[in-house]
């Protein structure tokens, strides 16, 4: 299980046809779900929210919740549908999370936790992970995070995606909680300098894989196992396209934007014979020709005609006209 490179989980981005896009770049990078209430994956459409393609693995299921028996049943199903991975939620802030009791604000109660990870690792055998913070409000972050990873490891986890700065749980919205609570990589460096058994994945603010791969390397004596990008990948898909050369020593063909959209326009034909509205895929390809000529052109023809013709295809292989013809005017 390799979480050398990872693509992180987010709400209303990371669904199965992003997924599929961002496979396009990386044959390696380990894909994460949206995060999922373990009740609405018990009692809600399954299929819908829990369906993949093949081509998505390796690809990780998030859960949210902090009830033990509520979690495993969650899991378990979550294995039945071939994820690789179950990993638990313990970073988000948002105030309809915390009124759940799930989220960010279980680092405050580790017990309860290694105990939702011990019902969890009774009812499945893949692997069981935890995305968490360095801390929550005024508590110190090394005796948290300490705390926190010395009870939950001896309930059976050994990878730990931490991203590196503090949740804010009273007065910062969840968009500021990615953005005013200041990093500290160092932490990170901490844990696995204690528990270098660990695999300890590092997330927060980086934006590139270049950038990734020098803070995981050797630094003041230690290396991380990992690193997870979320926002710079949304923005800018395309750079990550030698992530398999960099992380994995991979060295195969690198597809060309246009190679990608033309592999596109086959998966929305797919998609509109399965009644998908095509805005739904193009909604994530915005970025794809991020500091191009024409990047401005490209985003608003699909964000104009996508949702104007949600069952027409075509729609794509216009933009990328568009783009093209922009292009060599300007050459
Ligand atoms: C739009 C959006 C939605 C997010 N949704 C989730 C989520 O569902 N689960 C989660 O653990 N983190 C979520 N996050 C946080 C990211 O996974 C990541 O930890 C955070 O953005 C920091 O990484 P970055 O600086 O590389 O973006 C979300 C972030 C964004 C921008």
Known sequence: MSHKFCIAPMIDVTN???????????????????????????????????????????????????????????????????????NLNI????????????????????????????RIKEKIKIPVTIKCRIGIDDHNPDEMLTEFVETTKNAGVSTYIIHARKAMLDGLD?????????????????????????????????LSPYEGKK???????????GVMLGRAVQENPYSIVDVDKIFFNDDKKIPSRIEIVEEMISYLEICVKNNVPINIVTQNMFGLF?????????????????????????????ALNHIISFQNQAA
């Open 290 to 318: 991020h500091g191009c000529r024409g990047a401005k052109l490209w985003r608003s023809y699909l964000s104009h005609e996508a949702p104007r013709r949600r069952d027409d295809p075509k729609v794509l292989k216009e």
């Open 174 to 206: 969840p968009k500021q909680n990615r953005e005013i609570p200041p990093l500290d990589y160092d932490i990170v460096r901490m844990i696995k300098r204690k528990w270098p058994e660990l695999n300890i994945i590092l997330n927060g603010g980086i």
């Open 215 to 225: 803070e995981i390397s050797k630094s003041k004596g230690i290396e991380l196992d």
């Open 16 to 86: 199965r046809h992003c997924r599929f896009f961002f496979r396009k770049f990386s044959k390696h990078a380990r894909l994460y779900t949206e995060m999922i209430v373990a009740d609405s994956i018990i009692y809600g459409d399954k299929d819908f929210l829990l369906g993949f393609d093949e081509v998505e693995h390796p690809v990780a299921l998030q859960i949210a919740g902090s009830d033990p028996l509520t979690l495993s049943k969650a899991a378990l199903i979550g294995e039945q549908y071939g994820y690789d991975e179950i």
């Open 91 to 118: 970073g988000c802030p948002s105030k309809r999370v915390q009124a759940g009791n799930f989220g960010a604000c279980l680092m405050a109660h580790p017990n309860l936790v290694a105990e939702c990870i011990e």
